[in-house]
Nanobody
Framework: QVQLVESGGGLVQAGGSLRLSCQAS????????MSWFRQAPGKEREFVAR????????LYADSVKGRFTISEDSARKTMYLQMNSLRPDDTAVYYC??????????????????WGQGTQVTVSA
């Protein structure tokens, strides 16, 4: 099993920044892709960004490209999401996720087996 724990969420004004972290523990050797998803109230969960533990295969959703930066520290098994120029429509619960396979997973949530509990990000106008 793999455990994922997110942190770093909070309340910020529009235009501000936050940095999210996702700590992986347990059988992390079965993972390779790490991704961020988010879910706003009344909306479906959506892909935000992806990275692999070697720092490659980076992919962003169009809505966050140029504003968010994903990174990883494989030695610490920690993934980060630096979020700049935040907007009210970025308000959501942010989840980190990993598939139970050493593959480069895509943007569908169904490809992911392990999920964190989520961290709330609220951006005020």
């Amino acid at each position: 099993q793999v455990q994922l724990v997110e942190s770093g969420g909070g309340l910020v004004q529009a235009g501000g920044s936050l940095r999210l972290s996702c700590q992986a523990s347990g059988r992390t050797s079965v993972t390779y892709t790490m991704s961020w998803f988010r879910q706003a109230p009344g909306k479906e969960r959506e892909f935000v960004a992806r990275i692999t533990w070697n720092g490659g295969n980076i992919l962003y959703a169009d809505s966050v490209k140029g504003r968010f930066t994903i990174s990883e520290d494989s030695a610490r098994k920690t993934m980060y999401l630096q979020m700049n120029s935040l907007r009210p429509d970025d308000t959501a619960v942010y989840y980190c996720a990993a598939p139970a396979a050493t593959v480069v997973a895509g943007t569908w949530s169904r490809e992911y087996d392990y999920w964190g509990q989520g961290t709330q990000v609220t951006v005020s106008a």
